[in-house]
């Protein structure tokens, strides 16, 4: 097996503390007249345009051509700009994204959940998790804030936010068109028409198509060819009077496909007498499954597996944006929006040519949302205050069948289909207010306070197909369970910081923010009418502690920001995958709250230009204590003191880009390097569900000749071989499920502008 390029992160974390005192060093001695300013970097962070430099609260932030140019397809992509990030597909792709910052985070494929940490598009709030898959085409960056966001931001996250913003309309004529082939048989076309309609309105079209076939390869030949067809447009219209501006936009997304094959980690060495594989082992030709299967080879990326797993996505949605400046000092600010989503995700959980667990996980959703704020901006203070709607409604059509191969051979009470359907109703409304004064000359302070009241209503119906008489497999439909209730809570949340501006280009900074998650119903795999009655869970809370410093010198090209943080997490969310106390069944999932956890760590980030053709850019997060306090779960197993799941120790990500000419054109070349140290993806710390440390490389060359573009682009260059998850059915099949990685992705775009 390939052993991964890596990082050594103490060694950058000493580079990175040197090269910002060789540069502040000399920076007296470099001739600024030659040299032009940086960028100021414009966040989001407090629902209106500010400097990166003046938010107190650690920020990232990406470019929206960073993103093309290196094909950055959707937001489970974009983990690597930002430190203690880390966002993976999941379950595959197409179910929902697993999202954690700080080691705030839901490791859960169920389709009825919310992450705690929200995403934002456009100003609105995508609800639950299902609608986290973002595909980025024409974006014009993208905002990643730790740390909990309890004021001012739409529904109540506990471990931050990712503020997605997508081109507006301009008033000139512009657009264009790029085409592009990759390996395992891909094609994109991407396209923009920008057009006037007037001296006071503007529109734009967007649109972004892509058909690929996944890395992981599949030797059974009556599977078919997994990979994805995508289909995204996007239509917004701008218009600006005097004091009024209106923002409408429509979306649309298509996807069809067939889910990209599971790997087959298997972990016993002998069938016969039970004995298990090392975990370094698990997973090759030496070891099996509990029915004697491997998948005949050791390449990582190969599988043998029934893969006839459809997966099909149809989403729309309406956003509607009003600005009215009603005086100098005050605008009133309106934003509407409307989301649906249909989902079909087809999926074989065992890895093997077998039936022994497939199923679907079907989804219905419909978000409303609305949001009145108002700003103030005075000279002595400036206050945001507002009130936020929403109204989500899932609905759920799932299916899990269970080893029918041995339908008639095995009991029927092993041999069930399960048909677990759920309705989840769920309100938010929300009353914030947030106020920045300043003390002194150098001293600003920043207090909010947020309101929530959220309720739940959920009905959970299941039934079993089984069978009753052996010679007939097809078998009858009985009831299992009906379960109906309702919940509901409300708290206030808020943050206090402190900011003091020691000298032009420098800030240091103190900020406390407390943010919550409601509870909800866990609409996931019930094996039994208990599970079904005890899956709701409650709210979760989080009180956070961050100084932090931020550094800027224009002249010098050269802009730091420093953070600590100290987290105390209470009452979390955690999604448990457990062993079933009847032999040979499913594992138990559980949604819990369990004990509190203690979470503390270090942030820096660096950009760097030392000329005007090199730039560089380094992010090091490190978390040496993320640990669940006390605890047993309700099947009697202990987490205490243990890790939290998808939570490296280490997180270290740096680029280099650089500019010149070529036969009088601009060229650009830009490299980056990820590293993730080693974490387990549950709660157990299982030594069979551990990533190993790994680093991936992504590389692209541009070159422009007039309005053309020749891009030349590839992911993961080494072909890395790491997981986005590794699901534990070790009790049930004798094996882990693989949601492999991509491997190595290269392609060729042209692109024209006109």
Known sequence: MKRPYQFNPKLTMLASSCLAACVMGNASAQNTEAEKDMEVISVYAQKRPQSIQDVSVAVSQVNGEL??????????????????????????????????????????????????????????????????????????????????????????????????????PEFEQAGSLTLGIANNNASSLEGMWNQPLGDETAMRLAFNYQDYDYSTQNNFSASPTAGMEQKNARLSLLSQWDNVELYLQAHIEDWDGISQPV??????????????????????TRCFDSFGFNDGSDDFFTVSVNNDSPHKSDGYGFIGELNWQSSDNTTVTSVSSFNNLERSHAFNCDGSPARLCEGVLGLDTHLFSQE???????????????????????????????????????PADLTATFYYDNHIDTQNVALFSQIEVPLATRWLLTAGLRYDYESLEYSSTSTLNVVVNPNDLAGVLVPFYTVSDKQSDNGITGQFALNYTYSDTANLYYRFANGSK?????????????????????????NAHEVGLKTYWPEQRLRMSWAAFYYDYNDQQVFMNQASETPQMPPVQLLENVADSIIYGLESEINYQPTQQLAMQLSVGYIPHAEYEEYVDPLGNSITDNQLPFTSKWDVSAGLQYDTRLMNNPFSANVMVDYQSAFYFDQNMNPYARQESYSLVNAHFKYDVDNWSFILWGKNLFDTEYSQLKFDLSSFLGMLEDFKGEGRRYGFDVAFQF
């Open 67 to 168: 993103l093309k140019t290196q094909h950055f397809k959707d937001s489970t992509e974009i983990g690597l700009f930002a430190p203690n990030v880390k966002i993976t597909q999941n379950a595959a792709e197409g179910t929902p994204p697993a999202v954690s910052i700080r080691g705030i985070g839901l490791l859960d494929y169920n389709t009825a959940n919310t992450s705690p940490v929200a995403m934002y598009l456009d100003g609105v709030a995508v609800g639950s998790a299902n609608n986290q898959i973002i595909n980025l085409y024409d974006v014009e960056h993208v905002d990643i804030l730790r740390g909990p966001q309890g004021t001012l931001f739409g529904r109540n996250s506990t471990g931050g936010a990712i503020l997605i913003r997508t081109n507006r």
């Open 518 to 542: 409601s509870g909800g119903y866990n609409g996931g795999f019930l094996s039994s009418e208990e599970q079904a009655i005890l899956a709701d869970y409650g709210k979760e809370r989080l």
């Open 372 to 410: 009145f704020r108002v700003l103030n901006e005075f000279t002595h203070y400036t206050l945001t205050s507002g009130v936020y709607f929403a109204d989500e409604t899932i609905k759920q059509d799932n299916i899990n069948d269970i080893l029918r191969d041995f339908r008639g051979i095995l």
């Open 263 to 284: 790997g087959s980690i298997g972990i016993i060495a002998n069938p016969l007498t039970g004995e298990l594989c090392s975990p370094a082992d698990a997973g090759s």
